[in-house]
């Protein structure tokens, strides 16, 4: 895999991955695709759980936002503030996956699961949840939210803020990514 990205000359694209979490009951049932629409910039799926929104801004970034409520996945977002451009990109489907595909990437959601992956224009994966594509507990006056990823035997994960650990290779660790003193999380990976 790692090699692959190379391949790809690392930034050739970006994935934004948005997750705006409202309830988290709802997240605890399936997360299956009941029904898909096109839309000016990508696709709307709604979900057993909510709505999947799959907004292309270019060949190379493609946003994924999931709101377990309809109508909150078009709320402004304080981190993405880029408009999409208009970009050529079309959808097709399979009986387990709908596919929005540009000409650099293409994004994959599993109809059982509502699992995206990420693959180059060559089919080769390059980003796909895992099993527990997202979950939410409550904490506080918030949520606390999960996002897991499935890593090639190989791939490392670097980065990740400012750490007191030591290490350069973060793999196989629990890194929790939140600002304290002398610690500042940056998420991200490699």
């Not at 309809?70 to 596919?99: D, I, M």
């Amino acid at each position: 895999m790692h090699g692959r990205l190379q391949d790809l000359r690392v930034g050739l694209f970006l994935v934004l991955l948005t997750i705006h979490v409202v309830c988290p009951s709802a997240l605890a049932q399936s997360r299956e695709v009941l029904s898909w629409q096109r839309d000016t910039y990508g696709l709307t799926l709604k979900l057993r759980t909510g709505v999947l929104s799959l907004t292309v801004f270019s060949p190379r970034v493609i946003r994924v936002l999931f709101a377990p409520e309809e109508g909150t996945s078009h709320q402004t977002s304080l981190a993405v503030t880029a408009s999409p451009n208009r970009t050529t990109w079309r959808v097709t489907e399979t009986s387990g996956e709908v596919r929005l595909n540009t000409d650099v990437l293409e994004s994959h959601v599993n109809r059982e699961t509502g699992a995206v992956s990420f693959h180059d224009r060559n089919g080769q994966p390059v980003l796909a949840e895992g099993l527990r594509a997202l979950t939410a507990t409550p904490a506080g006056n918030g949520l606390t939210s999960r996002q897991d990823f499935l890593l090639s035997d190989d791939e490392a994960i670097y980065g990740l803020g400012q750490h007191q650990l030591g290490l350069m290779n973060y793999r196989h660790t629990i890194v929790r990514l939140q600002q304290q003193n002398m610690l500042v999380a940056v998420p991200g990976w490699t």
